[in-house]
């Protein structure tokens, strides 16, 4: 893989959450009736920055959930032709709440689908958004992000890693040639 460019630093990143946190605030009106779920495995420390940053701005804390899908990307023909949903962590009764779904990277709505499934195993919730750090496009499904951070057109033969500092030391979206 050759690094063909860097999209976001720290800085850029953090600005990013900062702004993705103003718009869901707007958007819901207030935070009373939210919970930000993570979507292992990057999903979670960028949801739990997104509920740090929307503490700060408006004094509460947002409840913080996770779910764990695990998405055999490259192996999808072979292995499953489906994500597979191991578990969720989510300890609050999503019923009638609205639940905002994060995640690193949107792709071609695999993962989103399987997390909205776990979702509604625990519960019926109000409405279900979805926030994520980067929309790359490339679709297979017809889902879209409430929340983007930056949209990156891509081509199937390029690569986005996010790397934030919880797991990989670093906070950065890179773009790589395969």
């Known amino acids: 893989m050759n690094l063909k460019a860097r999209i976001l630093d720290d800085k850029a990143m953090k600005r990013t959450l900062t702004r993705i946190a103003h718009e869901i605030i707007e958007k819901n009106r207030g935070i009373d009736d939210i919970i930000l779920v993570g979507i292992k495995r990057r999903g979670i420390p960028i949801a739990d920055r997104i509920a740090d940053i929307i503490e700060e701005i408006e004094g509460k804390k947002v409840r913080v959930g996770k779910v764990d899908i695990t998405l055999y990307r490259d192996d999808l023909t072979t292995v499953s032709s489906q994500p597979i949903v191991k578990g969720e962590e989510v300890y ?54 409430d929340f983007v951070g930056k949209n990156v057109p891509t081509s199937k033969s390029e690569l986005i890693s996010v790397n934030v500092k919880e797991i990989d030391e670093d906070d950065s979206v890179n773009i790589y040639e395969l």
């Open 92 to 145: 609050e009764d999503v019923k009638d709440k609205i639940v905002i779904l994060v995640d690193d990277v949107l792709y071609t709505g695999r993962t989103c689908r399987a997390a909205i499934e776990a979702i509604m195993h625990i519960g019926r919730p109000k409405m279900i958004q979805l926030a994520v750090l980067i929309d790359r496009g490339h679709r297979e499904l017809p889902i879209r992000a």
